[in-house]
């Protein structure tokens, strides 16, 4: 039984303990609130607490009229010119704006922008500076220092741009590509996303919008930091839909961005490097004395003195400049990581930086802020630490919004470097422990000394037998294997099988009728043909196709050019002379240029004009010249025909292919027999 006595008693205590609690926990929040959202200037903190202002100011503070004039105007006029600034760039890159008038346009207005928030920025300090008082700004202030400092930055870029293209050295057209518009696309989509979330978070969880940005931001971003979450069910369930969508896009702005921008950089970064290791090759033969070993081979004379004929020196040429690629890639990669990785490092220990001066009052050590870094880098998120300062949540978005995007590059550039080093460092001791290989631990040791002895006869690397005729392939094997990708690839690949059978058949009717020349000629067509849509199938191969030393001296036989004469050869050059400006240095268009009419360009492996320099694919290049080849006998075909009718179709071919080059004395039908051999 229950005393009545002690009932009351207990139950008062009981309720005045509860009324404390509540109190002090009121007190906490309120305490906190003070701090994050601060509201009016009219608060009167106690003693010793710092003054906390916000920018925009309760109506009837004594600083409103001089803020909502001329601070408000600098900042709307600010906007106003931003906008003009990024209208005018997106017309000029629609070709909408020509290029002389976009410019300038987006210069000024960028700089005005900039000055304008400068001038409002540094209006404010000036008015909110109380001697003996601490006060703290809003998040829109930190969020006009990075605008300014971006309108500034871009606007100076675009000063060097005009420049460079003035000077000759830039494009005065923006010539977007499908996957630049993509990426911009991509963007602007993601930005919008995230911009217009916060907006409906900040309306249905009753937060401030920038708040809301800050949540929106660390949710896409996928670090979840945890001192904002949605308290209500409709901002719970919304959460379900909202982040998948900005993940995906989130995904797709990365994945553009490595595979357009650094990719684009990689070919053009690999391109100089190529250049400077080939000049350095060619340079020591040359002091070494072995020039013959890239000097053509004139005669049987000069091929007895060197040891060599003109297509075994070729084949030497080739595989120093293959040598060359593979040195220049190894390098490549591992400098992209290096890049990516410092770019990585940089934004983690400058961002621990400014976290610790950012978030002071809550007492971070810089360790705690590298802490605090280096798991939101991660994407781990374990919420102990987070940013409560207005500074510290403004930089976060801007900084993680660079920072996580960085970490996807380091990853993705470790996976040819670091990842592929310890794949087959794994792979190595399986062999000699619990997985050992087909060829035996013996063979894998010698052909590991032979590796790093530079001897490639014992690598085990497969060689691709040679294409077409010199094996008698029709294409199988490769059809699972790229070039499908290609968007021109099935319209291509269905015009060069017509061409191939209507050649065909044409070849079968001539040597029906006895017409050898002309069964010749037709089997060459047929043969350019096959081939092209051979080599479409190797396009957009990822790794792209090499090709061999035999496959590459077939494909120029096609083109009309020997291996074995020194007809079309020369000695590379240290440093060539540019056509575009006529001074040293590389001009990497060289590769792709075709033939001029006054003939063919003399060329060398390790020159300049190589097939394996420039940025142009092996399979591209070939593509475009068996193409060009095939246009250019289908051309002087039909001009025959046509001219055949008048009486001269003996005259035309045999001076019209003789000028071609294609084969040698083709005027008699036993001729025009052995030049299709000779193809074959």
């Keep these: 039984m229950n005393d009545p006595g002690l009932k009351e008693p207990i ?33 009167q903190p106690p003693q010793g607490r710092s003054i906390l202002i916000q920018l925009t100011v309760a109506g009837g503070s004594p600083l409103l009229p001089f803020l909502c004039s001329p601070l408000l105007a600098a900042n709307g006029m600010s906007l106003g010119f931003a906008l003009i600034s990024n209208f005018s760039l997106l017309l000029n890159m629609a070709r909408r704006l020509p290029f002389a008038i976009a410019q300038p346009i987006t210069i000024i207005g960028w700089y005005i922008s900039s000055f304008l928030l400068i001038g409002d920025i540094s209006g404010i300090i000036h008015v909110v500076k109380v001697p003996g008082q601490r ?49 911009m696309l991509q963007t602007i989509s993601f930005m919008v996303y995230m911009v217009g979330g916060a907006g409906v978070y900040a309306k249905i969880e009753g937060w401030m919008f920038l708040d809301a940005l800050y949540f929106t931001n660390f949710t896409l971003l996928t670090v979840g930091i945890g001192n904002y979450a949605p308290q209500t069910h409709l901002g719970r369930g919304l959460l379900f839909p909202y982040a998948v ?56 004379e000069q091929a007895g003195q060197v040891g060599m004929s003109e297509r075994e020196r070729r084949e030497e040429e080739f595989n120093m400049m293959r040598k060359v690629q593979q040195q220049t890639a190894t390098r490549q990669r ?60 403004a930089f976060f978005v801007f900084w993680s919004l660079l920072a996580v995007p960085t970490l996807t590059i380091v990853i993705s550039n470790m996976g040819n470097t670091v990842v592929k080093g310890i794949r087959d460092a794994t792979l190595y001791l399986g062999e000699f422990t619990v997985l050992p290989g087909e060829s035996g631990v013996k063979a894998r040791v010698k052909q590991t000394a032979s590796r790093l002895k530079g001897d490639k006869r014992s690598t085990g690397a497969h060689e691709q037998e040679p294409p077409g005729i010199l094996r008698g392939r029709g294409g199988d094997g490769d059809e699972e294997k790229g070039g499908q990708d290609c968007d021109l690839a099935p319209s291509a690949d269905k015009m060069a099988g017509q061409i191939e059978d209507q050649e065909l058949e044409a070849a079968e009717s001539d040597r029906e009728k006895g017409d050898i020349l002309g069964s010749t000629i037709h089997e060459y067509h047929y043969i350019l043909a096959r081939e092209f849509r051979n080599v479409l199938k190797h396009l957009n191969e990822s790794p792209p196709r090499q090709y061999t030393y035999d496959e590459w001296a077939y494909y120029l036989r096609l083109m009309g050019e020997d291996e074995g ?22 001009d990497m268009e060289q590769a792709q240029t075709e033939d001029t009419k006054e003939g063919k360009k003399p060329w060398s492996w390790l020159g300049e004009r190589s097939p394996l320099m420039g940025e142009m694919e092996e399979a591209e290049w070939v593509l475009v010249r068996l193409a ?39 005027k008699g039908s036993g001729e025009g027999s052995s030049g299709s051999e000779g193809v074959r």
């Design 135 to 183: 006060r703290a700004l809003t998040q829109p202030f930190y969020y006009a220092i990075f605008a300014a400092s971006l309108y500034f930055i871009i606007a100076t870029l675009m000063v060097i741009t005009v420049y460079g293209a003035w000077k000759g050295h830039y494009s005065k057209e923006f010539k977007l590509t499908m996957s630049q518009r993509t990426l």
């Design 245 to 300: 969508g900005g993940i995906v896009v989130l995904g797709l702005v990365i994945g553009s961005i490595r595979s357009l921008v650094l990719e684009r950089g990689k070919n053009k970064l690999g391109s100089r490097m190529t250049e400077k290791k080939r000049e350095a090759l060619v340079k020591k033969l040359l002091e070494q004395g072995k020039a013959h070993k890239i000097t053509p081979v004139q005669s049987k």
């Design 628 to 666: 060009a080849r095939l246009e250019k006998e289908l051309r002087v075909m039909s001009e025959d025909k046509r001219r055949s009718s008048g009486g001269q179709a003996e005259k035309v071919i045999g001076e019209g292919r003789n000028s071609e080059g294609t084969f040698e004395g083709r």
């Design 334 to 393: 591992w400098n992209a990581l290096f890049i990516s990785g410092g770019a990585w490092f940089f934004l983690w220990f400058m961002g621990a930086l400014i976290f610790y001066f950012a978030e002071h009052e809550q007492g971070w050590t810089y360790f705690q802020a590298l802490y605090f870094s280096y798991t939101t880098l991660l994407t781990i998120g374990f919420g102990d630490f987070k940013p409560f300062s207005n500074s510290g949540k």
């Design 565 to 586: 004469s020194s007809t079309s050869h020369r000695k590379p050059v240290v440093k060539p002379i540019s056509k575009r400006d006529g001074k040293e240095g590389p």
């Design 11 to 43: 139950n008062e205590t009981s309720a005045n303990l509860e009324d404390d609690r509540r109190q002090e926990s009121e007190a906490e929040f309120e305490d906190e609130q003070a701090f994050l959202n601060p509201r009016s200037l009219k608060s």
